[in-house]
């Protein structure tokens, strides 16, 4: 399963993303750019094989049946995809930051944001952060995370990214149906089961499913200082993608803005980042009269 030349090439610092699309091209995101690069397999049968033997090692299912695998090995997080129509497999993945910083030392601009930060973590604040792909969403709801000291938290995800340094800490992963199909466990299931486990804070990775449901529930019954993602590029977007994604669930869009609206403390939009991550605005949502969910800038 080893390939020295793509171990090489992960091994650029600056690197996050590499993609291989089949096993003739290849780009790499390096410091926010996409690059043209080398492929690090010299044949489509040696690329079947690399993907074959990975899905095995994680014990994932990997064929025409289900053609998509996400896998977690170490700070990589690979995307596998058979070909649905051609014959190139594709190979996303994403390398995430492993070494520890402090809440200061990732943000473009820590003067302003870091007391405002650190007080959502301490007072029990409950926040979501929004961005879209690459923007930091995960790494500073790791950091903010990282503050606390003495509670418990349950953590959520597909693919195990958030990794907490806390000392009380459960990390719950997703299981994908195994080669009979039997055995998948998703994110609302595990929402569920986390209420159960004591938690004191629960966090989930990103939300964009039927786990709202039961998170929103479970943020309006208690569990204070808990937290979770959403891709949407602005903050304004981001009730439009909260009742869009409750809808999946079931709720109708005047229950989802009302359970959102005192579910969430504050709402953390990101940009773009160039020299750490960059946060657009701290809001707060409110309802409308007609009780409709908007955001309502703070900071």
Not at 116 to 123: C, M, T, Y
Not at 196 to 216: N, Q
Not at 227 to 253: C, K, Q, Y
Not at 257 to 263: E, G, R
Request: negative net charge; charged residues 20%; glycine residues 8%.
């Amino acid at each position: 399963m080893s390939n020295q030349k793509l171990a090489e090439l992960l091994q650029n610092e600056l690197l996050s993303d590499l993609v291989l699309n089949g096993h003739l091209d290849a780009f790499a995101n390096i410091a926010g750019n996409w690059v043209a690069c080398e492929n690090p397999f010299e044949s489509a049968e040696e690329l079947h094989r690399f993907s074959m033997d990975l899905a095995d090692s994680a014990r994932r299912r990997l064929d025409f049946g289900c053609p998509f695998a996400d896998i977690a090995v170490g700070s990589l997080r690979y995307h596998l995809a058979l070909p649905l129509s051609g014959d190139r497999i594709h190979v996303s993945i994403r390398k995430h930051q492993t070494t520890r910083r402090k809440l200061e030392s990732i943000l473009e601009n820590p003067i302003r944001w870091s007391p405002i930060l650190q007080d959502l973590v301490h007072s029990k604040s409950n926040f979501l952060i929004s961005g879209g792909t690459g923007t930091g969403k995960t790494t500073l709801l790791r950091a903010m995370l990282e503050l606390e000291e003495t509670a418990r938290i349950v953590t959520i995800e597909d693919v195990a990214e958030l990794e907490l340094s806390n000392p009380n800490v459960v990390a719950l992963q997703t299981r994908q149906a195994n080669t009979d199909g039997a055995g998948q466990i998703d994110l609302q299931r595990l929402v569920v089961e986390s209420l159960r486990m004591k938690p004191d804070r629960i966090a989930v990775g990103e939300v964009r499913g039927a786990e709202l449901v039961p998170m929103l529930q479970a943020l309006n019954s208690g569990h204070r200082g808990s937290a979770t993602t959403i891709h949407a590029n602005r903050a304004e977007d981001v009730p439009a993608r909260l009742i869009g994604i409750g809808l999946l669930g079931g709720l109708s869009p005047t229950t989802t803005a009302h359970l959102a609206a005192s579910a969430f403390d504050g709402v953390i939009a990101l940009g773009p980042r160039a020299n750490g991550i960059r946060i657009l605005s701290i809001a707060g949502f409110e309802l409308t009269k007609e009780s409709k969910l908007v955001t309502r800038n703070e900071f």
